[in-house]
């Protein structure tokens, strides 16, 4: 387990665009932490630090973005995915494939989905409003990763 403090949303997106060379191959990088915790800052750092020059929002509704790029990278939002049934219809198993990145914000919905190699980011509040501690680990508590 990695664990990095931030006190900015600026200083999230940095930190995750210098990381973001570790997942250039692909994976499953499933978001742990409540709304407003930097999910979505996370990850635009991260797209951009793979030099991907897309737009990044939080999928809301759409569920899915579609990112493009080298790895093909894809966003989703499993807010209000509560069955197996809605995680078939997101198309994420379709989506899971070889050298994709998937990068999924409120995973706690679809853990028991979630491949052996899923890498967790797990963000919580820190002291004061801006600080946020972020945690990276891979499925067996205490590895490093
Ligand atoms: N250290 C920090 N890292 C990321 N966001 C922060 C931080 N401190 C404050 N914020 C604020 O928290 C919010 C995070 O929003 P967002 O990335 O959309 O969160 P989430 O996707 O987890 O709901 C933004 O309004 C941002 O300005
Ligand atoms: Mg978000």
């Known amino acids: 387990m990695r664990e990095y403090f931030t006190n900015s949303e600026r200083e999230t997106e940095e930190l995750a665009a210098r990381l973001a060379g570790e997942f250039k191959k692909g994976g499953v990088l499933a978001f742990k932490g409540g709304m407003g915790m930097g999910k979505t800052a996370f990850i635009r750092g991260l797209v951009k630090g793979l030099g991907n020059t897309a737009f990044v929002s939080s999928p809301t509704f759409a569920i899915v ?20 049934e809605d995680l078939y219809s997101t198309g ?37 409003d801006t600080q946020r501690i972020i945690r990276i680990s891979d499925k067996e508590e205490g590895n490093i990763v």
Not at 71 to 83: L, Q
Not at 95 to 123: C, H, K, Q, R, V
Request: hydrophobic content about 35%; proline content about 4%.
């Open 65 to 84: 973005n579609d990112y493009g790029g080298e790895p093909h990278t894809f966003h989703f939002d499993m807010y209000r995915v509560s069955s197996w």
């Open 92 to 128: 994420f198993f379709d989506y899971l494939a070889e050298g994709n990145l998937l990068l999924i914000e409120w995973s706690e919905n679809i853990e028991e989905a979630l491949p052996e190699d899923t890498i967790f980011i797990e963000i919580e509040k820190g002291e004061g």
